[in-house]
C-alpha cells in the first residue's frame, strides 16, 4: 500500500514540476525596468528572515494552500483514479 502511495504521489509532484516547467524564463535586462524594486525586496526578505525562518513560513503557506483545497484534490484523485480504473 505505501509502495502505490509512493507512486502516486511521485505522479503528482511530476504533474507539478511539468506544469511549472512550461512557464517560461524571463530575462530583463535591468535597463528595461522603469524603477528598481530588487533592493527593496532583498531587504524585505532579510528583515523577514531574521524574524521567521522563510522556510518554516513557505511550509505554512503552503499547508493552509493544500488544506484549503483538499476538497478539489481529493475530487481530481478520485477522477484520476476511475479514469485508470483503480478507484
Not at 505505501?2 to 507539478?16: C, M, P, T
Not at 530583463?28 to 531587504?43: H, K
Amino acid at each position: 500500500m505505501s509502495l502505490l502511495l509512493k507512486k502516486i504521489v511521485d505522479f503528482i509532484l511530476g504533474i507539478f514540476e511539468w506544469i511549472f516547467d512550461l512557464i517560461p524564463d524571463i530575462n530583463l535586462p535591468f535597463s528595461a525596468l522603469r524603477f528598481d524594486f530588487i533592493g527593496p525586496v532583498a531587504n524585505l526578505v532579510g528583515y523577514l528572515d531574521s524574524f521567521i525562518d522563510l522556510d518554516v513560513l513557505v511550509a505554512c503557506v503552503a499547508i493552509v494552500i493544500v488544506f484549503d483545497n483538499i476538497g478539489f484534490i481529493t475530487r481530481l484523485l478520485k477522477f484520476i483514479l476511475s479514469k485508470f480504473g483503480i478507484g
